[in-house]
């Protein structure tokens, strides 16, 4: 059985960081890993994609000031999120594809495994 939990999240103030993590269990291989939120009364997005080869993608609000990465010997990914700002408050998902395609993508439907979030709260 697939799982996928994640950790890290918290209340920060602005300007502040925070480190996620994720760890997957029943799941192991090169598969395409990323990070998505939802913040209330949005719809969820993409925040930043791993795939084969270590490449990755990030959405444009968070460009510069995250940082995907992925620990295989501990298969556990991460979210380095810095300069944090009010408008990245949201609960936080770790989202695994069933490919270990090298394309990055950020697209909710194509990523098959997900965990149960964890919240970020940035206060001005």
């Known amino acids: 059985q697939v799982q996928l939990v994640e950790s890290g999240g918290g209340s920060v103030q602005a300007g502040g960081s925070l480190r996620l993590s994720c760890v997957v269990s029943?799941?192991?291989?090169?598969?395409?890993m990323g990070w998505f939120r939802q913040a209330p009364g949005k719809e969820r997005e993409g925040v930043a994609v791993?795939?084969?080869?270590?490449?990755?993608r990030y959405a444009d609000s968070v460009k510069g000031r995250f940082t995907i990465s992925k620990d295989s010997a501990k298969n556990t990914l991460y979210l380095q999120m810095n300069s944090l700002k009010p408008e990245d408050t949201a609960m936080y998902y770790c989202?695994?594809?069933?490919?270990?395609?090298?394309?990055?993508?950020?697209?909710?439907?194509?990523?098959?495994?997900w965990g149960q979030g964890t919240q970020v709260t940035v206060s001005s």
């Open positions: 989202a695994a594809a069933d490919t270990t395609s090298w394309v990055t993508t950020l697209v909710m439907t194509e990523y098959k495994y």
């Open positions: 029943g799941y192991t291989g090169n598969y395409r």
């Open positions: 791993i795939a084969r080869y270590g490449s990755t």
